[in-house]
């Protein structure tokens, strides 16, 4: 990566604040930031949650960890620094989504804390909202329908998280969802229901 920085730059404001597009959408914007172990359910969760939401007329969008890898992100790879690096630039992402007024959902692995922190504090306070997707190794392994684990405990994939690399759990997240015992079903209705409270 270049370590350039951009200079002599000054923020633009438009005449449309946030507050008009969240009228016009009849939402407010947020960011729902999933984060759990490759396997956990953050993928299916996310997009079960978008359908369900965009089912009850509401502006919602996924970013995907893998999808955000073909394009965006696609010069990253998966070591320590690249995945910081990619978190940075999904937090900015996820940022201005939530500026646009969208319920963005993301789904990330983002293992490292300071890194989702680093994504918290860039938003207005309410804006974050940390969902880790809770499943055991053990659960996470059992379905691991693209074979990586099996992979990564073969030594084929380097920087695997939770086999060759750390997960490092959220310590006070807004919501947990325990994917080990709950369905789909039962974990998008306690994330929407968590939304509806909160406005």
């Known amino acids: 990566m270049s370590s350039t920085r951009s ?7 438009g005449h449309i604040e946030r507050a008009d597009r969240e009228r016009l959408l009849g939402q ?24 369900a939401l965009v089912g009850r007329g509401r502006l919602a969008y996924v970013l995907d960890g893998d999808n955000v890898r073909h394009g965006l992100n696609r010069n990253l790879g998966f070591s320590p620094e690249d995945r910081t690096e990619n978190i940075r630039r999904i937090g900015e992402v996820a940022r201005l989504f939530t500026d646009a007024g969208v319920i963005v959902i993301t789904s990330f692995i983002s293992p490292y804390r300071a890194d989702r922190d680093g994504a918290r504090a860039i938003m207005a306070e309410g804006d974050f909202v940390e969902v880790h997707v809770d499943a055991t190794l053990e659960t996470c392994e059992s379905r691991d329908v693209k074979g990586l684990y099996k992979k990564a405990r073969a030594g084929e994939i380097p920087e695997f998280t939770g086999i060759s690399a750390p997960y490092e759990a959220p310590v ?16 998008v209705e306690d994330l929407l229901g968590y939304l509806d409270k909160r406005g």
Do not use: F
């Not at 200079?7 to 404001?13: E, L, V, Y």
């Not at 006070?172 to 974990?187: A, G, I």
């Open 7 to 13: 200079t002599n730059i000054t923020w633009h404001a």
């Open 172 to 187: 006070s997240p807004e919501l947990v969802l325990d994917t080990n015992t709950k369905s789909v079903e039962e974990s």
């Open 28 to 51: 407010r914007g947020v960011t729902v930031w999933l984060t759990g172990l490759s396997g956990s359910g953050k993928s299916t969760i996310a997009v079960a949650a978008e359908a």
